[in-house]
Protein backbone atom coordinates (compact mmCIF):
# COMPACT_ATOMS: atom_id res chain seq x y z
CA UNK A 1 0.00 0.00 0.00
CA UNK A 2 1.48 3.24 -1.09
CA UNK A 3 1.92 5.87 1.52
CA UNK A 4 -0.22 9.03 0.92
CA UNK A 5 2.45 11.25 3.03
CA UNK A 6 6.26 11.43 3.31
CA UNK A 7 6.99 9.72 7.06
CA UNK A 8 8.45 12.88 9.33
CA UNK A 9 11.21 11.39 11.93
CA UNK A 10 11.36 13.85 14.98
CA UNK A 11 14.07 13.26 17.72
CA UNK A 12 14.79 15.22 20.50
CA UNK A 13 15.91 14.23 24.45
CA UNK A 14 14.10 14.88 27.65
CA UNK A 15 16.37 15.60 30.29
CA UNK A 16 16.99 14.85 34.10
CA UNK A 17 13.76 15.21 36.07
CA UNK A 18 11.54 15.17 33.24
CA UNK A 19 8.89 12.03 33.34
CA UNK A 20 8.81 10.27 30.29
CA UNK A 21 5.53 9.15 29.77
CA UNK A 22 4.02 12.32 30.22
CA UNK A 23 6.42 14.24 28.59
CA UNK A 24 5.86 12.12 25.43
CA UNK A 25 2.32 12.08 25.66
CA UNK A 26 2.44 15.89 25.58
CA UNK A 27 5.10 16.30 22.82
CA UNK A 28 2.36 14.36 20.83
CA UNK A 29 -0.56 15.95 21.53
CA UNK A 30 1.23 19.42 21.34
CA UNK A 31 2.49 18.60 17.84
CA UNK A 32 -0.65 17.23 17.13
CA UNK A 33 0.85 13.54 16.24
CA UNK A 34 -1.82 11.48 15.19
CA UNK A 35 0.08 8.35 14.14
CA UNK A 36 3.76 7.53 15.41
CA UNK A 37 5.77 4.96 16.01
CA UNK A 38 8.67 5.64 18.95
CA UNK A 39 11.91 4.37 19.92
CA UNK A 40 14.12 5.39 23.13
CA UNK A 41 17.18 4.85 24.95
CA UNK A 42 18.95 6.22 27.80
CA UNK A 43 17.99 5.62 32.07
CA UNK A 44 15.82 6.57 34.55
CA UNK A 45 16.17 7.66 37.76
CA UNK A 46 13.53 5.00 39.01
CA UNK A 47 10.69 3.77 37.17
CA UNK A 48 7.05 1.70 36.82
CA UNK A 49 6.09 -0.81 34.06
CA UNK A 50 3.26 -2.85 34.15
CA UNK A 51 2.38 -6.92 33.37
CA UNK A 52 -1.42 -7.10 31.99
CA UNK A 53 -3.22 -9.61 34.27
CA UNK A 54 -5.65 -10.66 32.04
CA UNK A 55 -8.13 -11.94 34.25
CA UNK A 56 -8.21 -8.81 36.66
CA UNK A 57 -8.56 -6.49 33.86
CA UNK A 58 -5.79 -4.53 35.15
CA UNK A 59 -1.67 -3.82 35.25
CA UNK A 60 0.20 -5.34 37.88
CA UNK A 61 2.67 -2.31 38.61
CA UNK A 62 6.44 -3.41 38.82
CA UNK A 63 8.50 -0.36 40.85
CA UNK A 64 11.82 -0.02 39.72
CA UNK A 65 13.02 1.98 42.34
CA UNK A 66 16.58 2.21 41.48
CA UNK A 67 18.91 3.91 38.58
CA UNK A 68 18.16 1.70 35.09
CA UNK A 69 19.19 2.06 31.74
CA UNK A 70 16.75 2.40 29.32
CA UNK A 71 18.00 -0.83 27.18
CA UNK A 72 14.97 -0.43 24.64
CA UNK A 73 11.96 0.94 24.48
CA UNK A 74 9.31 0.61 21.42
CA UNK A 75 6.19 1.31 21.12
CA UNK A 76 3.63 4.02 18.80
CA UNK A 77 1.25 7.02 19.09
CA UNK A 78 -2.59 6.83 18.35
CA UNK A 79 -5.79 8.49 18.82
CA UNK A 80 -7.63 7.72 22.19
CA UNK A 81 -11.47 7.99 22.35
CA UNK A 82 -10.75 11.15 23.97
CA UNK A 83 -9.08 12.39 20.57
CA UNK A 84 -6.02 12.83 22.20
CA UNK A 85 -2.94 11.52 21.97
CA UNK A 86 -2.71 7.82 22.95
CA UNK A 87 1.28 6.21 23.90
CA UNK A 88 1.80 2.16 24.21
CA UNK A 89 5.27 1.69 25.02
CA UNK A 90 7.00 -1.12 26.28
CA UNK A 91 10.55 -0.90 27.66
CA UNK A 92 13.21 -3.32 28.81
CA UNK A 93 14.99 -1.80 31.29
CA UNK A 94 18.56 -2.44 32.77
CA UNK A 95 19.65 -3.03 36.73
CA UNK A 96 23.38 -2.33 37.90
CA UNK A 97 23.35 -6.05 38.44
CA UNK A 98 22.85 -7.23 34.83
CA UNK A 99 18.81 -8.51 35.33
CA UNK A 100 16.05 -7.04 33.73
CA UNK A 101 12.87 -5.86 34.37
CA UNK A 102 10.47 -4.76 31.36
CA UNK A 103 6.81 -4.47 30.36
CA UNK A 104 4.56 -1.68 29.33
CA UNK A 105 5.83 1.34 30.15
CA UNK A 106 4.07 3.24 32.77
CA UNK A 107 5.95 6.15 34.11
CA UNK A 108 9.59 6.83 34.08
CA UNK A 109 11.81 9.53 35.88
CA UNK A 110 14.36 10.37 33.02
CA UNK A 111 18.37 10.72 34.33
CA UNK A 112 20.35 11.96 33.16
CA UNK A 113 18.92 11.91 29.66
CA UNK A 114 16.24 9.95 27.47
CA UNK A 115 16.60 9.71 23.36
CA UNK A 116 13.55 9.68 21.76
CA UNK A 117 12.85 9.00 18.01
CA UNK A 118 9.13 9.62 17.23
CA UNK A 119 8.39 8.81 13.68
CA UNK A 120 4.72 9.84 12.21
CA UNK A 121 3.79 8.02 9.82
CA UNK A 122 1.79 8.12 6.50
CA UNK A 123 -1.94 6.67 8.25
CA UNK A 124 -3.86 7.80 11.05
CA UNK A 125 -4.19 5.61 13.92
CA UNK A 126 -7.10 5.22 16.28
CA UNK A 127 -6.87 3.42 19.70
CA UNK A 128 -10.78 1.93 20.92
CA UNK A 129 -11.41 -0.47 23.68
CA UNK A 130 -11.05 -4.15 23.34
CA UNK A 131 -14.21 -5.88 24.63
CA UNK A 132 -12.96 -8.31 25.53
CA UNK A 133 -9.77 -7.25 27.08
CA UNK A 134 -10.66 -3.76 27.95
CA UNK A 135 -7.29 -2.49 26.76
CA UNK A 136 -6.97 0.71 24.30
Known amino acids: MPATREQRPASFILESGEEAFAALTKFANEAGITAASLTAIGAFENATVGWFDFEKKTYKKIEIA ?36 GGHLLEGKVRPTLEVVLTDTPVKLRRRRGRISGLP
Open 66 to 101: QQCEVLSAIGDVAVGDDGKASLHVHAVLGLSDGTTR
